[in-house]
């Protein structure tokens, strides 16, 4: 039987590798040697009879059947970090370390995010990273993230979403610009190719552009925008104009080149959401955590 061999560490290991897709990294991240997770990820590739992993002198590179057996590993690590709980066995002290992933266009949010949750939890070791909706869901999958806050664009039935905020999204323009004229523009005033957006893989991006009119979705200009900073400064050097979430509409260096409008239609924004594994046994402390973001929101910014 597989359970007479197959051990809580060595889901961990095979987590760790699929992970960092690095043997090396994975091992001091077990706190083990790389001789000794080589050797247990190939006996554990022997008894499955399949490659997790593929290996070059270069790379090593996750397989279909390894994602499988490392997503299906996290979720039995999440049930088995249910049992003290199940026999009573809690702490006061929640999350003695919390893993948080935050997408990049939720940024400017960090800070009151950090402070909040500092000041919630003082003992705790906390750790941030931000990236591409895409990257931050594979990193909770596998155990590496606790939870991530993201807009409401994922569609996992093995990820539990807990609703956080509405953030309106405004109009960025350079000042002088005809879109400016009225008071509050209207979505279909929008104008795909006289756009700047982020790159390829930002959910901002496709959420910018699902608001033009269907017939006005061409090709937005030509930028490899990175971040909102690089989208503000894009904005004001004249090259186009944008839609902003409202917690990053405002830069005071850029206040004499940069104009922000509201939309006459209240509902042009995005639902902002915190996903965890469906099989965590830290749901409702997620959801306790999730309240203590909400107030940590400055007001005015989400509705």
């Known amino acids: 039987m597989i359970s007479s061999w197959l051990t809580l560490r060595d889901l961990e290991y095979v987590i760790a590798v699929a992970k960092n897709e690095h043997f090396g990294h994975a091992a001091r991240e077990c706190h083990v040697s790389q001789p000794t997770l080589s050797t247990q990820i190939k006996k ?18 996750t397989t279909a059947s390894g994602k499988k057996v490392a997503e299906q590993a996290a979720v039995v690590l999440d049930e088995a970090r249910k049992i003290p709980m199940m026999l009573g066995q809690t ?14 266009s939720l940024a400017p949010l960090v800070p009151y995010l950090l ?3 500092k000041k919630a939890f ?10 591409k909706t895409e ?8 155990g590496g993230l606790d939870v991530v806050v993201a807009a409401d664009t994922v569609k996992d039935e093995s990820l539990t979403q807990i609703p956080l905020f509405f953030e309106p999204f405004v109009l960025a323009a350079p000042k002088g610009h005809p879109i400016l004229e009225r008071r509050k523009p209207r979505l279909s005033d929008l104008r795909a ?8 893989g930002h959910c901002l991006r496709d959420q910018s552009l699902g ?11 030509a930028y490899h925008a990175t971040s909102i900073d690089t989208l503000r400064h894009l904005v004001a050097s004249g090259a186009g104009y944008t839609l902003l979430p409202g917690l990053a509409a405002k830069e005071p260096r850029l206040e004499s080149l940069v104009s922000y409008l509201r939309f006459d239609d209240d509902q042009v ?23 203590i973001l909400v107030e940590a929101v400055p007001k005015g910014a989400g509705a």
Do not use: W
């Open 269 to 291: 924004g995005r639902k902002v959401v915190m996903l965890c594994r469906g099989q965590s046994g830290e749901l409702d402390s997620f959801r306790r955590l999730a309240k």
């Open 135 to 142: 990257e931050l869901v594979r990193e909770l999958k596998l």
């Open 193 to 200: 190719s006289e756009m700047v957006l982020l790159d390829e």
């Open 44 to 61: 554990i590739e022997g008894y499955l009879g399949t490659a997790l992993f593929e290996r070059t002198n270069r790379r090593v590179t």
């Open 211 to 221: 608001f033009c009119p269907a017939s006005r979705r061409g090709n937005p200009k």
């Open 122 to 131: 003082p003992t705790s070791a906390l750790t941030l990273h931000e990236a």
């Open 115 to 117: 402070g909040s949750l």
């Open 91 to 104: 702490t006061s002290a929640r999350f003695e370390t919390l893993k948080l992933g935050v997408i990049s």
